[in-house]
């Protein structure tokens, strides 16, 4: 049994050898931070694809909305210009009977030539 003035010897050893890697432990630090890397890249790839991809949905739900307003406004157009071309057609057809086209020589200002003209060889 150890009194209290006994002197127990106490000796430190220094331990002079160089530290060793753990290369399994290193092998697998750089695998899962590799792993990590890679989960990574297709993640962010994916969120900046869906923002990119939102932003051209709704150019072109802007793009259509100004269409079919366009659209209306061009059908709008075409239904009042069917009743100008039916005022044309009534227009054109007084002018059927002069089917023939008829020649004079005339002096212009440019000296004789030919004019070409619409006549008929009915009495109006």
């Not at 060793?20 to 695998?31: S, V």
């Not at 993640?43 to 793009?63: G, P």
């Not at 057809?93 to 200002?109: E, H, I, K, M, N």
């Amino acid at each position: 049994m150890n009194q209290p003035h006994d002197y127990i010897p106490t000796a430190v050893i220094h331990d002079q050898r160089t530290p060793r890697i753990n290369w399994a432990a290193a092998g697998a630090y750089i695998t899962a931070a590799l792993g990590l890397g890679i989960a990574i890249a297709p993640t962010e790839l994916f969120l900046s694809y869906r923002e990119t991809a939102a932003t051209q949905i709704s150019q072109l739900r802007q793009a259509l909305s100004t269409a079919q307003s366009a659209q209306s406004k061009s059908d709008s157009s075409l239904s009042s210009l069917s009743g100008k071309v039916t005022g044309i057609d009534n227009a054109l057809a007084a002018l059927a009977p002069y089917s023939t086209v008829c020649s004079q020589d005339l002096t212009g200002p440019n000296g004789p030539a030919a004019f070409y003209f619409l006549c008929t060889d009915q009495k109006p």
